[in-house]
């Protein structure tokens, strides 16, 4: 069975750092791909990041250049580290994987599409203030 658990959410101000983890344990995918999705109150989900198997990765257009996902296969675990926080990133931070393949449909802003994901974690709430 697989499980994703994700932690390292909090509250921040503006221009702060954080580093999201998420543990994934019964998930032997050899070919793979993960991603960071996020949900605001009265928001659709949206796609943040994407990295596959190989490591190639794929960024929403509005976290370009702030947010940066890895994997540590060793670990089994998946990152999302987010600098220059700005108050709409406050969300409900969620880690998802696929059931196998390497290749995710995109959404409308760049980051990965919900629909392609098998399995999801619950999430950890990340607050930016101004």
């Known amino acids: 069975q697989v499980q994703l658990v994700e932690s390292g959410g909090g509250s921040v101000q503006s221009g702060g750092s954080l580093r999201l983890s998420c543990a994934a344990s019964?998930?032997?995918?050899?070919?793979?791909?993960m991603g960071w999705f996020r949900q605001a109150p009265g928001k659709e989900r949206e796609g943040v990041a994407g990295?596959?198997?190989?490591?190639?990765?794929r960024y929403a257009d509005s976290v370009k250049g702030r947010f940066t996902i890895s994997q540590d296969n060793a670990k089994n675990a998946l990152y999302l580290q987010m600098n220059s926080l700005k108050p709409e990133d406050t969300a409900m931070y969620y880690c998802?994987?696929?059931?196998?393949?390497?290749?995710?449909?995109?959404?409308?802003?760049?980051?990965?599409?919900?629909?392609?994901?098998?399995?999801w974690g619950r999430g950890t709430l990340v607050t930016v203030s101004s």
């Open positions: 998802a994987a696929s059931a196998g393949g390497t290749w995710y449909a995109l959404g409308s802003r760049g980051g990965p599409h919900p629909a392609s994901f098998a399995y």
């Open positions: 990295i596959d198997s190989d490591g190639s990765t």
């Open positions: 019964g998930y032997t995918y050899r070919s793979y791909y």
